[in-house]
């Protein structure tokens, strides 16, 4: 246990028991802040900082965090929900892994994942973030940065006037999209020793007609090594499909602005790009159509081609 754990009390956060009845635990309380002084934290259930996370500090916890005052260019890890009640800014990076959905204040140069909804009363300024499930700001903007969303999308304003590069990525799938590539790195890695086995197979049979008891052991062995191989691939392959079709199943492109998509503005839907090169007044709808094409609504008004209003090109062609 570190001097940090020691310092403020950090107990396990095992559940109160009454009976044969468990009772909600407990979160544990930081008075004051998180700095130099204090250290990092690391508590394996729910969490409230009443004061702020300084520069390089590190707070991690297995349950929900509350953070009251300014998160500033920390590192927060959380395996729940997240609130930040004056938001997270950074002069370089604050990185956030949210187990759960987020709430902020604001976020600005904040980078990392959410894999619940993301919840935000202001802006979110030079932030590259992947949200697995809808992304709400519907009175604040989006300035600069990458944000991805599996869900909906609903903005106040998306960039600025100046025509800060600002890209959405619509209908994505983040985290699963993170998985299938850990997959096909896996299936990747098995294939050089895969080969390898069949190459000494190979030689070992040259000689099948007269094989040695060391050389029949031998290709017993390289049966074996080649069958749990395969049973690897055969089960890795049976996730990755498994996964194609969650992210399919999943996939939304429903993004809802109230007041300006701004020159400057790209959206990512798929293979499909979409720029912005002259502002666009709010309120306006983007969505899918039934026939997979994108398409946009104006202030109420009928469903167009998404292409009238902004630059399309196929980033696969």
Do not use: K
Request: charged share 25%; glycine share 12%; net charge neutral.
């Amino acid at each position: 246990m570190s001097s940090a754990e020691h310092e403020h009390g950090f107990d396990g956060g095992q559940p109160a028991g009454n009976g044969n009845r468990v009772l909600p635990m407990a979160p544990q309380v930081v008075e004051g802040n998180v700095d130099d002084e204090t250290g990092d934290i690391h508590h394996p259930g729910h969490l409230v900082i009443e004061g702020s996370v300084a520069e390089g500090r590190l707070v991690r916890c297995g349950g929900d965090l509350t953070v009251v005052e300014l998160v500033q260019g920390a590192t927060l890890e959380c395996g729940g929900r997240c609130t930040l009640e004056h938001g997270a800014t950074a002069r370089r990076r604050c990185r956030i892994r949210i187990g759960g959905g987020l709430a902020a204040a604001y976020l600005h140069n904040v980078e990392g994942q959410v894999t619940g909804d993301l919840r935000v009363e202001g802006e979110l300024l030079n932030c590259s973030i992947a949200v697995g499930g809808s992304l709400s700001c519907p009175a604040g903007a989006v300035i600069g940065g990458r944000i991805a969303a599996t869900g909906s999308v609903e903005v106040g304003t998306l960039g600025n006037a100046r025509e800060a590069p600002t890209m959405m990525v619509l209908g994505a799938v983040p985290m699963l999209a993170l998985r299938l590539v850990r997959i096909d790195a896996l299936l990747e890695a098995l294939e050089p020793r895969r080969q390898r086995l069949i190459d000494r197979r190979r030689v070992v049979r040259l000689g099948a007609e007269r094989l040695t008891p060391d050389e029949r052991e031998q290709l017993t062995e390289i049966e074996f090594l080649l069958a749990e191989i395969e049973d690897r691939r055969s089960a890795l392959r049976a996730r990755r499909l498994d996964i194609i079709r969650r992210m399919r199943e999943r996939r939304r492109v429903d993004l809802s602005v109230h007041d300006t998509i701004h020159a400057g503005v790209t959206l990512l839907v798929g293979p499909t790009e979409l720029r912005f090169d002259r502002a666009l007044d709010g309120p306006v709808q983007i969505m899918w159509h039934e026939d997979r094409s994108i398409q946009y609504r104006h202030a109420g008004g009928p469903v167009r081609p998404v292409s009238l209003v902004a630059r399309q090109s196929n980033m696969a062609a």
